[in-house]
């Protein structure tokens, strides 16, 4: 069985797998104004009681960025008590892991991923020339959109952009799981690092 932690979006969610089948979903809170600290314990204590996770989970995974400072600190911290009381495998789950997976299956190169977080918090993401993945985090949606971006991904809406060329599709962090379990690497020893951006930088 595995647990995967999505604290990217704007309003984080649980999902448990088994047989990469998604058995049971469950939103750690329902409206951004709640803190994800008050209620990510008692969620998973509630998950716990219906599908003893204790007895049966094996695996966890979290998308680990770019995302909310806040979300990814308390959902890494969470996990991270929870790899080593149980003894799990863990694997994280980043953009760039989700733009690799489109990129082989769409076989388009010239991308972009539209990432919204909680707090208004929003990362425009792309490959460029030399291969290299770039974070920007958006102050608002006026940005130079970079010419060679043909397609965009987006999490939870549409980037606000005058050229209505570019196509944009909506995608899930758990059908992304779902649909490309094989390719996951789970370890048991690995510290769980999130993505932190300050500057269009990451900051670890």
Not at 24 to 40: C, G, M
Not at 165 to 193: A, G, V, W
């Amino acid at each position: 069985m595995l647990l995967f932690l999505d604290v990217i979006s704007p309003i984080p969610e649980f999902f448990i797998i088994e047989e990469n089948k998604l058995i049971f979903r469950e939103k750690i809170i329902t409206n951004q104004s709640e803190k994800l600290s008050d209620h990510i314990f008692d969620k998973y204590m509630q998950i716990n009681e219906k599908l003893n996770l204790t007895k049966y989970l094996e695996k966890i995974a979290m998308t680990i960025g770019p995302g909310s400072y806040t979300s990814l600190r308390v959902g890494a911290a969470f996990l991270s008590g929870l790899r080593i009381s149980m003894n799990l495998k863990f694997c994280p789950i980043s953009v760039k892991d989700i733009i690799k997976f489109k990129v082989e299956k769409s076989k388009i190169a010239n991308i972009g991923f539209f990432i919204c977080s909680s707090k208004n918090q929003n990362f425009f993401c792309n490959i460029n020339n030399s291969g290299k993945l770039e974070y920007l985090k958006l102050e608002n949606d006026k940005f130079n959109l970079l010419k060679r971006i043909d397609t965009i991904f987006y999490n939870s809406r549409e980037l606000n952009i005058i050229n209505k060329k570019i196509k944009q599709f909506k995608f899930s962090f758990i059908d992304e799981i779902l649909s490309n379990n094989k390719k996951l690497e789970f370890e048991k020893e690995i510290i769980i690092k999130p993505i932190y951006i300050s500057n269009n930088k990451i900051l670890n």
